[in-house]
């Protein structure tokens, strides 16, 4: 919402503050102002200059010599290149020494060898936006209405020695999407009394009644429909004030009937649309919602086909408006518009929203529909129109009104307690106190021992339950003047929890390990959703997808984090490793919020090392990232609670894939990405795990016990067990870990051969075994027993025999 400082002066003194300082006032209250615009800033010299002679240059086609009138008693020769430049304008003249946007100095200077004092300005370069301008003067020159007075400020007379603030609305704010409405805040901020314009007009002998007929079908849609007959208007441009105040707010002039609806709109929030009665094709006025296949040219002449979800204007039987979005070309005010229909009417916003959003028209009116408007201004409005109507386009108002009223609007009523505001303030305000801020608000308060009951006007919609009067409260007291306490409670914040700083930790590792963090959409297709997904689900869908590809919610991270692979690698990045922390969304069935569970992902591919000083390369292997792995696992402390498993899984390498098990549950798998997936996205090599983080963050760690170094020596012992090929060297070496018992420190295979020496079917797998008593120096004896005990295990559970 942009507003004009001048303007909102009509109806708030704002004596004693600037722009800047009420900027910041009506941001500490709630409502950020973005910006504020000073529209004259570095302009100067810029006056009301009276063309008294033009005629053609000499010695260029395309220039004029005038002699212009700029108050001084002398005329100034100034050489112009405007198509609409002539004799007996009022226009803007930039002297001698004056300056404009941009800085751009005005010298004397020769155009074609003749002398030009000045420049005669268009509105463009004063600084005004080209898409604000009237179409007649978007190509050349502004003309002033000929009662300006020669020799006078250019800029004051256009009102561009104002300021603009940008107001950056939330949604709830819609009362402040008017000037009354910014002008009730902003005096509720100041302690000052807001002026509403005086409503006075003469209305002719006859009645809207015997002109016009008004019937609403979609009450829902349409609850109240006032409509007036105006006659004998004349179309001609809009008073240069109103003009102006349009252009500061964003809004091209048109003509004066136009931009009366659009200043009231801006003035009350309040849509309004004036059809050219004699081109409306009927005295009936019907709201009903469109039939299907219905079409309708708006006016910007394009033909669009209507739903039965869209709401229409209609002259009883083809439609002559998009309700709250667009007029139809059909009866549009022209120049030669004599009578007109002025509608003011409160629409349903989402029946307004719909049509928007399927039409792709957005305007100043529909904006206003969808977050919602005043209802009690919708009579106002429309007196508001017809009395500039009557005034600034000599128009005869007809006595009375025609409308159709479904609904009865009355005020909210919500009650909260002193006590109830201070406890959640944290304050300790007075009851006296917060009476006067809600009356400055201008709600109506009653207090009974500590209840304060307030009746909130139609006009902020926002405030329906206490906690919207705790807030309007707190930003009018104050947020400044809420107390600096420290928390109270067995939980701080600002501390990490458990969870939290363990996940901190992991990132640190893994970026500490080379893996840089990427974060992907939520969002994905159909066909990508379930790919490498760790846990089975059903897809959760979007009821409005923005596209098919992001459609669903993901049941994986691995599919878009491969697509970034690809993404870097097309782009000769043949070195990637990429790890994501994000949440996977597992359905729980129809109409169920899915569970949210987070996960923890890498792709990596390229060269691990590359030395070329010593000449040293290792490409990426399922060892390195399962390495990277198993020091993310040694970081959390579940070294002894980890199990690999040989696995296949759609998408991954058949032979060097590998599924993670925390306590017999599966929690996650890392290996190489299937051939026909690598050749599909154009990659060489590319390893991938995806683990349940959650489960490994909140999995039980025993406390770290240190030990004494020891003291003795260990013992170490090799064998070479002989197994079925089928057999996997992990279930060897837990076997051989139960049967050692607490005298066996450390197991790791060393070897495996599979050869002609062996039979068929049968592989060696080597194994190192170390011994270790804290108490004693072991002897041969004492590891026999127990290694004894370990081949006779293995003997007898996985069939394994030693290797002569």
Request: with cysteine; hydrophobic share 40%; net charge negative.
């Amino acid at each position: 919402m942009f507003v004009s400082y001048k303007w909102l002066a009509d109806y708030v003194d704002l004596s004693g503050i600037t722009p800047d300082e009420l900027a910041e006032k009506i941001t500490r209250s709630g409502i950020e102002v973005e910006g504020v615009d000073v529209l004259n800033d570095g302009i100067k010299g810029v006056v009301i200059g009276h063309v008294v002679e033009k005629e053609q240059h000499p010695d260029a086609d395309k220039l004029n010599k005038c002699q212009v009138d700029l108050g001084t008693g002398e005329l100034v020769q100034i050489i112009c290149g405007a198509k609409n430049v002539d004799k007996g304008q009022k226009v803007a003249v930039a002297t001698v020494g004056a300056v404009l946007p941009g800085n751009f100095k005005i010298k004397k200077a020769k155009l074609r060898g003749e002398a030009s004092n000045g420049m005669i300005c268009s509105l463009q370069e004063l600084g005004v936006e080209s898409k604000l301008i009237a179409k007649e003067y978007s190509e050349g020159i502004f003309v002033f209405p000929n009662d300006v007075e020669v020799g006078s400020d250019a800029l004051e007379q256009l009102q561009l020695d104002d300021a603009v603030l940008e107001l950056g609305l939330t949604p709830n704010r819609s009362d402040a999407l008017s000037m009354l409405g910014v002008a009730h805040e902003v005096a509720a901020i100041l302690h000052r009394e807001v002026k509403y314009p005086e409503i006075q007009y003469p209305t002719a002998s006859e009645k809207a009644v015997s002109y016009v007929n008004v019937k609403v079908e979609a009450t829902d849609d349409n609850p109240l429909y006032v409509a007036k007959v105006i006659k004998n208007v004349t179309i001609k441009p809009s008073p240069l004030w109103m003009q102006a105040r349009l252009m500061a707010a964003g809004i091209r002039p048109h003509n004066n009937v136009v931009d009366i609806t659009n200043y009231v709109l801006l003035e009350y929030g309040q849509p309004l649309h004036a059809f050219d009665f004699d081109r409306f094709g009927s005295k009936e006025v019907l709201v009903r919602r469109a039939n299907e296949g219905e079409t309708i040219v708006t006016l910007d002449d394009q033909e669009r086909t209507l739903t039965s979800e869209h709401l229409v204007i209609t002259n009883g039987t083809e439609p002559v408006a998009l309700a709250g979005v667009m007029g139809g070309a059909n009866s549009e005010v022209q120049s030669d518009t004599k009578n007109i229909l002025l509608e003011s009417a409160l629409f349903n916003g989402q029946r307004i929203r719909t049509a928007s959003k399927d039409h792709g028209l957005r305007s100043e009116a529909s904006a206003r529909y969808e977050k919602g408007v005043d209802p009690n201004r919708v009579h106002a409005a429309a007196e508001r129109a017809a009395q500039l109507l009557s005034q600034y386009a000599d128009g005869e108002v007809l006595e009375g009104a025609v409308e159709v009223n479904a609904q009865n609007f009355e005020p909210a009523v919500v009650q909260t307690t002193v006590e109830k505001v201070n406890k959640v303030l944290g304050m300790n305000i007075s009851t006296e106190e917060m009476v006067t801020i809600l009356e400055r608000l201008q709600f109506d308060v009653t207090q009974d021992n500590g209840t304060l009951t307030v009746t909130v006007p139609t006009r902020r919609g926002d405030i329906t339950i206490e906690e919207d009067l705790v807030e309007e409260i707190a930003r009018m007291y104050g947020y400044d003047n809420i107390p600096t306490t420290l928390p109270v409670g067995q939980a701080f914040p600002g501390k990490l929890t458990d969870y939290q700083e363990k996940r901190r930790r992991v990132r640190r590792y893994l970026e500490g390990s080379g893996l840089y963090q990427a974060i992907t959409y939520s969002l994905t297709s159909e066909e990508k959703a379930a790919r490498y997904a760790l846990e089975t689900s059903d897809i959760t869908k979007l009821s409005l997808p923005m596209s098919e590809e992001r459609s669903v919610l993901r049941l994986s991270l691995l599919p878009h984090l491969l697509d970034a692979v690809r993404y870097n690698v097309a782009r000769q990045i043949d070195q990637v490793a990429l790890y994501e922390i994000s949440s996977v969304f597992l359905s729980q069935g129809a109409d169920v919020q899915p569970l949210e569970k987070e996960r923890l992902a890498g792709a990596v591919t390229g060269l691990w090392h590359a030395h070329s000083w010593q000449g040293e390369k290792k490409a990426v292997d399922f060892y390195v990232v399962k390495g990277i792995i198993d020091g993310l696992i040694e970081l959390l402390g579940l070294s002894k609670d980890i199990q690999y498993k040989q696995a296949k899984r759609e998408g991954m390498h058949p032979g060097r894939t590998a599924e993670l098990y925390l306590d017999e549950k599966l929690v996650g798998y890392v290996g190489q990405v299937h051939p026909t997936v690598q050749k599909e996205l154009d990659l060489a090599e590319t390893y991938v795990f995806e683990i349940s983080l959650v489960d490994l963050l909140v999995a039980h760690v025993e406390e770290t016990r240190y030990e004494i170094i020891p003291r003795y020596p260990s013992i170490s012992r090799d064998i070479a067990l002989v197994v079925n090929k089928e057999v996997v060297s992990g279930d060897i070496e837990q076997v051989i870990t139960e049967a050692g018992g607490k005298m066996l420190k450390e197991v790791s295979v060393f070897d495996l051969y599979e050869g002609d020496r062996l039979e068929e079917g049968k592989k060696s797998v080597a194994f190192s075994l170390r011994y270790f008593d804290p108490e004693k120096t072991l002897t041969d004896e004492d590891v026999s027993k127990t290694h004894e005990k370990v081949l006779k295990a293995v003997e007898e559970k996985v069939g394994a025999t030693l290797r002569g």
